[in-house]
């Protein structure tokens, strides 16, 4: 009788031991997953869904999450979209644990100058915010060029169709100063 007590004990011992080594190999193996998670890969998690970005300058955008790209996502508020470079971010809530990697290596390389070429070929009126971390400032314009890292903003009064009479000047910004960029949101 008392070697099977021995022999069961000996048993629990070997599988609890075997339970642990599993378990530290799990965690082990998630702390190397998360390590090459990027925050564009958190952001897929939660297309979809409502999120709200706190920007550096102080400002903050709520909306339902709608496109993460290569340096950039964007949000649909009721009647604007709001694109938001990465580098603009301080912070994020509504961020769940799930993650997802994009599958398309071209998607993965449309970047922030591949929407602002697009915003400037659609010749859209748009409220460029440009900040840091001691505030922002909203310019109304039409983007008349993108460069590498850089846009030419022509800047009219809101509300004004982007005509050469009226437009106040040409804003060159720096993709590093931009915070964020307001735009209608077309019929779908």
């Not at 859209?124 to 310019?139: I, K, Q, R």
């Not at 590498?148 to 809101?158: F, G, Q, R, S, T």
Request: some cysteine; charged content about 25%.
């Amino acid at each position: 009788m008392r070697w099977d007590a021995l022999f069961y004990d000996l048993e629990s011992q070997f599988t609890e031991a075997d339970r642990l080594a599993i378990d530290a190999e799990v965690n082990e193996r998630a702390r190397v997953e998360m390590v090459g998670l990027e925050l564009a890969d958190r952001l897929r998690g939660v297309l979809g869904c409502r999120i709200t970005v706190h920007l550096a300058a102080g400002d903050s955008f709520s909306g339902t999450l709608m496109h993460v790209g290569g340096d950039a996502l964007v949000l649909h508020e009721e009647q604007h979209q709001i694109l938001i470079p990465y580098a603009a971010a301080a912070r994020y809530l509504g961020l769940g644990r799930l993650s997802a990697t994009e599958a398309s290596s071209v998607r993965r390389r449309l970047g922030l100058s591949h929407a602002l070429r697009s915003m400037a070929r659609d010749r859209a009126v748009l409220t460029v915010l440009v900040g840091n971390a001691s505030g922002s400032v909203g310019l109304a314009g039409v983007i008349d060029r993108v460069g590498k890292d850089y846009l030419d903003l022509a800047v009219v009064v809101p509300g004004e169709a982007r005509r050469s009479n009226q437009v106040s000047q040409v804003a060159t910004i720096p993709f590093a100063a931009l915070a964020a960029i307001r735009s209608r949101r077309t019929a779908e």
